[in-house]
């Protein structure tokens, strides 16, 4: 069983940066590939950032692609996501998630995900 709880959100201006955080419970984080995603009101799940188990690969989605990096450190069990240059557009509930594949990550539904964290709410000003 892995436990996942994000922080780092709150509420920026439009332009602004934030890092969220996402600490995993239990020896297996590196067995995991880890995404982002996000849900905004009216919206449904929309994938924003994949990373391998080694952290070597990652993959993001073409809306958040040169403004947010996602990382891991694997001896803190914990994969972060710095998000520069925010935009109004970006306001949402942001989740990490992790699969033992790292295809199912990039697969971008989010169907497949073996855990869930229960998100933190990023809010950007214009």
């Known amino acids: 069983q892995v436990q996942l709880v994000e922080s780092g959100g709150g509420l920026v201006q439009a332009g602004g940066s934030l890092r969220l955080s996402c600490a995993a419970s239990?020896?297996?984080?590196?067995?995991?590939?880890m995404g982002w995603f996000l849900q905004a009101p009216g919206r449904g799940r929309e994938f924003v950032a994949a990373?391998?188990?080694?952290?070597?690969?990652?993959y993001y989605a073409d809306s958040v692609k040169g403004r947010f990096t996602i990382s891991r450190d694997n001896a803190k069990n914990t994969v972060y996501l710095q998000m520069n240059s925010l935009k109004p557009e970006d306001t949402a509930v942001y989740y990490c998630?992790?699969?033992?594949?790292?295809?199912?990550?990039?697969?971008?539904?989010?169907?497949?995900?073996?855990?869930w964290g229960k998100g933190t709410l990023v809010t950007v000003s214009s």
């Open positions: 990373i391998s188990r080694s952290g070597g690969t990652t």
């Open positions: 239990g020896r297996t984080f590196s067995r995991y590939a």
């Open positions: 998630a992790a699969a033992p594949k790292y295809v199912t990550v990039v697969a971008g539904t989010g169907d497949g995900m073996d855990y």
